[in-house]
């Protein structure tokens, strides 16, 4: 069965500080994708990166980077330099798409609030 | 057309009445989706449709009925539900398998049971 866990409940921080949000996932599957999302107060879920298994490369995108390592299940993500405008709850996912084609849910962490103060 | 719509945006229901949530895509994905998510919570997953059928269904109660009437429509009929449905209710997209992998989520209808 698929779970992800993201350990960090809540985290408060002052502005321009680094952050970084933890995701630990297991899987069964050797084919399955790793997501990252936003949802701020108004409930909208923003898509922020989609990762699949057999691409370990790290992303960075602006103020955000992704560090993926399949040696420890993990899928972390560190804001630099936070903004106000970051505050938000995010959510860690993982898919496992049936091998024969068809659809899969996403199966989410429990979430992390990520308050950044001015 | 990039997004996932999704009407209404809130809505009131008595537990006697009958309503629908409404979800529509037009970005030619297959597969649309029901999440149902509490207060502090994350999305749960209710209701899978791949290719207009239904694939998936989370054990939900009968109360929630679900409807693909084509490859851009989803619908969530509403019957007889209790206070505890209140929730925020999440409608998804993704593409056939093998093209870029993904989700795309509607902004969501708050439900209120009183």
């Known amino acids: 069965a698929q779970k992800v866990t993201q350990a960090q409940t809540e985290i408060s921080v002052v502005e321009k500080e680094d952050v970084t949000l933890d995701c630990v996932y297991e899987?069964?599957?050797?084919?399955?994708?790793l997501f990252w999302y936003k949802q701020p107060p108004s409930g909208e879920l923003v898509f922020l990166i989609r990762r699949n298994s057999f691409d370990e490369q790290n992303e960075i995108s602006g103020r955000y980077s992704w560090n993926f390592q399949k040696s420890t299940s993990s899928f972390n993500f560190t804001i630099t330099a936070s903004q106000v405008v970051d505050s938000a709850v995010y959510f860690c996912?993982?898919?496992?798409?049936?091998?024969?084609?068809?659809?899969?849910?996403?199966?989410f962490g429990k979430g992390t609030h990520l308050i950044i103060q001015p | 057309d990039t997004e996932v719509t999704q009407t209404p945006k809130h809505l009131v229901m008595g537990m006697t009445n009958k309503k629908s949530l409404k979800c529509e895509q037009h970005m030619g994905h297959r597969a649309m989706y029901w999440y149902k998510q509490k207060a502090k919570k994350p999305p749960e997953l209710m209701f899978v449709y791949s290719y207009e059928k239904l694939s998936i269904n989370e054990s939900v109660p009968s109360r929630f009925s679900p409807e693909c009437p084509n490859s851009s429509l989803l619908n969530l009929h509403l019957h007889a539900l209790q206070p505890e449905d209140s929730a925020l209710y999440l409608c998804a997209s993704s593409p056939p398998t093998g093209i870029p992998y993904g989700y795309t989520f509607g902004s969501g209808t708050r439900l209120t049971v009183v």
């Open positions: 899987t069964r599957d050797t084919t399955y994708y």
């Open positions: 996912a993982l898919s496992e798409p049936p091998s024969g084609g068809g659809a899969d849910g996403l199966t």
